[in-house]
């Protein structure tokens, strides 16, 4: 209950300003931490293993930069959100309306560490035409959709989700196992989040988030039935500590159900 009343002042583009601007969102270094996401995403997708009809991914905010090199190896994309502010926003930006977040930078710098010559408009096109449904959310069901998704994904994603939402480790643990059983067995899950992070700004709200740190993440994959192939760790420097939030680094995990 103290989780949902924060949330009802959650402002998309207070999170965005945050999170998604300089200094954190600085391209002209892979030290930055917004290119360190990119890249542990580009880098796995690049593989070819991670592909199929449908990826869902669980909790999408108001972003989609998770989604850059996802998109070019699924038929489907399917974004969720507990909150109808969210999924608006994404809505906007997926009908191309003008005042939507720029993600071009986003865009840019993918295709380029891609390596392909593609025009950035081009993948931007490609991802509106895949983000087909943006669906509401609630990690904490069993069926967090309301109903088992038919048929399963083939690839799960989740960035910076499970662990603002849960009020303890045990919450974060079920709402990894819930999300899980929206994946085919031998599917793929790629989940981004926080270590060592205990609240986080987004305008007038103030959200709590549970403090992980690698050993509960590797713990709660192995408990939800998935085994781990790959874990990076990434420290935040200290020009990138500004008050927006307490986290101590960010999380990349690739794991397969």
């Not at 969102?25 to 880098?43: G, N, T």
């Not at 507990?82 to 930078?105: C, H, I, K, M, Q």
């Not at 690839?155 to 899980?180: I, K, N, Q, T, Y």
């Not at 192995?222 to 680094?249: E, K, S």
Request: charged share 25%; with cysteine.
């Amino acid at each position: 209950a103290a989780l949902r009343e924060g949330y009802e002042r959650f402002d998309p583009r207070a999170y965005l300003q945050n999170n998604y601007l300089p200094p954190r969102a600085d391209f002209s270094s892979e030290e930055f931490v917004v290119p360190w996401k990119l890249r542990c995403l580009a880098e796995t997708f690049a593989s070819g293993e991670i592909c199929g009809r449908t990826l869902i991914d669980v909790g999408s905010g108001p972003t989609i930069y998770q989604l850059l090199s996802a998109c070019d190896h699924f038929e489907e994309i399917v974004a969720t959100d507990y909150l109808a502010v969210n999924r608006e926003e994404l809505g906007r930006w997926a009908r191309g309306e003008p005042g939507t977040f720029d993600w071009s930078p986003f865009i840019r710098h993918v295709c380029k560490i891609e390596g392909r010559g593609e025009p950035w408009q081009k993948k931007e096109r490609r991802l509106r035409a895949r983000l087909r449904r943006i669906l509401p959310i609630d990690v904490h069901r069993p069926h967090p959709l309301g109903a088992p998704l038919h048929p399963p994904a083939d690839a799960l994603l989740s960035a910076f989700c499970l662990e603002a939402v849960s009020p303890d480790l045990d919450a974060f643990a079920r709402a990894l196992a819930h999300v899980g059983s929206l994946l085919r067995p031998g599917g793929h899950a790629l989940l981004l989040g926080a270590l060592g992070e205990s609240f986080y700004l987004a305008g007038a709200a103030r959200l709590p988030v549970v403090p992980l740190a690698e050993a509960d993440v590797r713990q709660a994959l192995a408990n939800a039935g998935f085994a781990l192939r790959d874990f990076r760790a990434y420290t935040m420097p200290a020009a990138l500590r500004t008050g927006v939030d307490d986290v101590d680094g960010v999380f990349f995990a690739h794991a397969q159900k």
